[in-house]
């Protein structure tokens, strides 16, 4: 699977963005809305990451691994400051 996120830095007029890179597994949630169980290899780095720079905690998800293109498309036609999650 694939998640995103997509910010904007205020203060300084640009947005960022956030790839990574995990896999559903098949443990089962009491919740209500869309959610999922997600294994992250090196989850406390990626954690850290998201505090330090101040990404908010909703992504949005899919079930395919389209982290390298959308990655490509946003740094190279769009310019963006992307940071991209890898293990």
């Given at each position: 699977m694939s998640f995103a996120r997509f910010s904007t830095?205020?203060?300084n007029g640009k947005i960022l963005d956030m790839w990574v890179k995990g896999s559903f597994t098949n443990d089962s949630l009491e919740t209500f809305g869309g959610a999922g169980v997600v294994r992250i290899p090196q989850l406390q780095k990626l954690l850290r990451y998201i505090c330090e720079n101040g990404f908010e905690h909703h992504v949005a998800?899919?079930?395919?691994?389209v982290a390298g293109a959308v990655h490509e498309a946003a740094t190279r036609y769009f310019g963006w400051d992307v940071?991209?999650?890898k293990a």
């Open positions: 830095d205020d203060l998800a899919n079930f395919s691994t940071h991209w999650h």
